[in-house]
T-cell receptor, first 112, second 112 residues
Framework: DQQVKQNSPSLSVQEGRISILNCDYT??????FLWYKKYPAEGPTFLIS?????DKNEDGRFTVFLNKSAKHLSLHIVPSQPGDSAVYFC???????????FGEGTQLTVNP | DAGVIQSPRHEVTEMGQEVTLRCKPI?????LFWYRQTMMRGLELLIYFNNNVPIDDSGMPEDRFSAKMPNASFSTLKIQPSEPRDSAVYFCASQQGLAEAFFGQGTRLTVV
């Protein structure tokens, strides 16, 4: 049972344009969502998060949007830079604990 | 703090052998997680500890897998006997309360 789904295994965009990474979840008990970025041969690093009481959170070039009714969240990166090329993981956390449930990841490639 | 430290970074072993992966969490963090990364399932939670006590091991695939946390600064994940399908990247992460999790650089395990 994959509670967090990232349906696009890969995404390619041009430098300077917007990157939009999508994530769907099925667990209604999730109340907190996080995005992690992972470079090859490194561990995932925290990027940005959003609480279920909000529908948007912004940090510099990164914005996360949450649509609770659709159980959908998205990460917008604008403008995209070649250094943003990495695998991006979406994760959800439930009200009852501290564990994160991750999606499969999306490989973003930003072309110069 | 040096972050979450995992060893070894790479491990190649023969099928049937015992494998032990090691993790030193960030000092002061009260949660420790073991994840496995695969192409199909992304980051899969195997087990997690709170204050050195195992809380949820439902993600451990088989009895061949075991994990211990003898103290707040050390944890091990053991596979015995190892099989080729165990080949993956294994991550350890630590977290303080409900803050974001910090990941180690991972151990790439290859079982031949």
């Amino acid at each position: 049972d994959q509670q967090v789904k990232q349906n696009s295994p890969s995404l390619s965009v041009q430098e300077g344009r917007i990157s939009i990474l999508n994530c769907d979840y099925t667990n209604s008990m999730f109340d907190y969502f996080l995005w992690y970025k992972k470079y090859p041969a490194e561990g995932p690093t925290f990027l940005i998060s959003i609480s279920s009481i909000k529908d948007k959170n912004e940090d510099g070039r990164f914005t996360v949007f949450l649509n609770k009714s659709a159980k959908h969240l998205s990460l917008h990166i604008v403008p995209s830079q070649p250094g943003d090329s990495a695998v991006y993981f979406c994760a959800g956390r439930g009200t009852s604990g501290s564990r994160l449930t991750f999606g499969e990841g999306t490989q973003l490639t930003v072309n110069p | 703090d040096a972050g979450v430290i995992q060893s070894p970074r790479h491990e190649v072993t023969e099928m049937g052998q015992e494998v032990t992966l090691r993790c030193k969490p960030i000092s002061g963090h009260d949660y420790l997680f073991w994840y496995r990364q695969t192409m199909m399932r992304g980051l899969e939670l195997l087990i997690y500890f709170n204050n050195n006590v195992p809380i949820d091991d439902s993600g451990m695939p088989e009895d061949r897998f075991s994990a211990k946390m003898p103290n707040a600064s050390f944890s091990t994940l053991k596979i015995q006997p190892s099989e080729p399908r165990d080949s993956a990247v294994y991550f350890c992460a630590s977290q303080q309360g409900l803050a974001e999790a910090f990941f180690g650089q991972g151990t790439r395990l290859t079982v031949v």
